[in-house]
Every structure is written in C-alpha cells, then in structure tokens.
C-alpha cells in the first residue's frame, strides 16, 4: 500500500459535535484529496489541496472545512455533525492532477464516520 | 451538474466468463477515464485508464474501451476468476469541477466459482 495513513479508522459522534478526520501520507505528493463514498454514489470529492495551505472545494463540501498546514497531513473538519454526514471517508494523494498523464492516485483504507 | 452514470449496479458471472460494466459521462471535454477496483474494507485501487486520444487499451485480462463520440466507455474482464469479485467505479475528469475525478455509483461483481 501507498503510505497513507487514514485515522481514526471508525468513530461513532453526537449530532452537533465537532470532527476532525486525519490523512496522512509518507510519498510526499503534492496532491491530496477528501471522498467521501456513500451507497448508490460511488465517491464524492469534498475538498482537495494542491499544495500546503491551497485547498479548493469539491462537488460536495458543504458542512465540510479542510486544512493543510503541513505537505503529509490533510484535515478533514465537520464543524456541526448531521446524520447526513455519516458516511465512509476516503483520502486520495497523487503526483500530479488525476487527469495528467501517467498519473495514479493512491487511496488509503477509509473512516467510518456514524453521526448519532 | 455534469455526472458519471454505470451500469449494471450489480453483475453475477461463472468463473471463466467475460464480464462487461459500462458508463457514460456528460462533459463532452472529459479526457481520463480510470477504473479503480475496491475489495472489502479497503481503499479504491486503479486497475486500468484510457485517454481521451485512445480508443482502447489493453493490460492482460481487462481491457478498457472509449467511445468519445457516444460519451461511454467501458470495462472488459475476461476468464473471471473469484479474486476479480469486487466493487468496480468508473471515473471520468470533469472540467467542471477542475478537471476532478467523479465517479459513478459502482458495480458489484461476483464471480462464482
């Protein structure tokens, strides 16, 4: 496996409660992406970065906030919990951009988010 | 917004046989198409990818085809063995949403031995 680091693996939270869901990765690509995968939707992108501290939004980022302070860590930031955010979150890193030539994106083995 | 549709949802083949999953796009600008295979409890994994430039590629037992006309394309597995049961995703950059992968919903193969 790529070295990416999802953490935590499972968490069970209350409906208004913070969360922050940790990436990270030891490959040093510049590239790191939030999915988020949800029955009959395949993945989603929530959030990506392109670099430290440059971070754009993806299809499905409202209620979601990111951070990149760092090249190997990108945070994934519910601020108010819903149960419409229970779900299975994947981070994704890549070389380059998904649609470069040659380019792979290496997922890591997902959080299993339950908002109670 | 520009989305990624694939079908069937769900595909039970014999071991030995072929299976196909097909998907279509609607950005008429989208130029990578992967496949990611995903086994239980674990991430997506890229097994194949076409270029909007090719019309199919090959890697020994899978094969991937693109229609660019049509705005389809599709996966190829042949001689299915029970280690190719996994959920299969579709991809396609969508210049919408800055060249981003979005994914169709998923097909869950089984291969029954």
């Known amino acids: 496996d790529a070295g990416i680091t999802q953490s935590p693996r499972h968490k069970v939270t209350e409906t208004g409660t913070p969360v922050t869901l940790r990436c990270h990765q030891t490959?040093?690509?510049?590239?790191m992406y939030w999915y988020r995968q949800d029955p009959g939707h395949g993945l989603r992108l929530i959030h990506y970065?392109?670099?430290?501290?440059?971070?754009d939004k993806g299809e499905v980022s409202d209620g979601y906030s990111v951070s990149r302070s760092k090249t190997e860590d990108f945070l994934l930031t519910l601020e108010s919990a819903t149960s419409s955010q229970t779900s299975v979150y994947f981070c994704?890193?890549?070389?380059?951009?998904?649609?470069?030539?040659?380019?792979?994106?290496?997922f890591g083995q997902g959080t299993r988010l339950t908002v109670v | 917004g520009e989305n990624v549709e694939q079908h069937p949802s769900t595909l039970s083949v014999q071991e030995g046989d072929s299976a196909v999953i097909k998907c279509t796009y609607s950005d008429s600008a989208s130029n990578y198409f992967p496949w990611y295979k995903q086994e239980l409890g674990k991430g997506p994994q890229l097994i194949i990818d076409?270029?909007?430039?090719?019309g199919e590629k090959k890697d020994q037992r899978i094969a991937v085809t693109l229609n660019k006309t049509a705005k389809h394309f599709s996966l190829h597995i042949t001689e299915t063995q029970p280690e190719d049961s996994a959920v299969y995703f579709c991809?396609?950059?969508?210049?919408?949403?800055?060249?981003?992968?979005?994914f169709g919903a998923g097909t869950i193969l089984r291969v029954k031995s």
């Open positions: 490959e040093n690509h510049r590239y």
């Open positions: 970065s392109y670099g430290v501290k440059d971070t």
């Open positions: 991809a396609a950059s969508i210049k919408e949403y800055g060249n981003k992968l979005v």
């Open positions: 994704a890193i890549s070389v380059l951009p998904f649609d470069e030539s040659g380019t792979e994106a290496f």
């Open positions: 076409i270029r909007s430039n090719v």
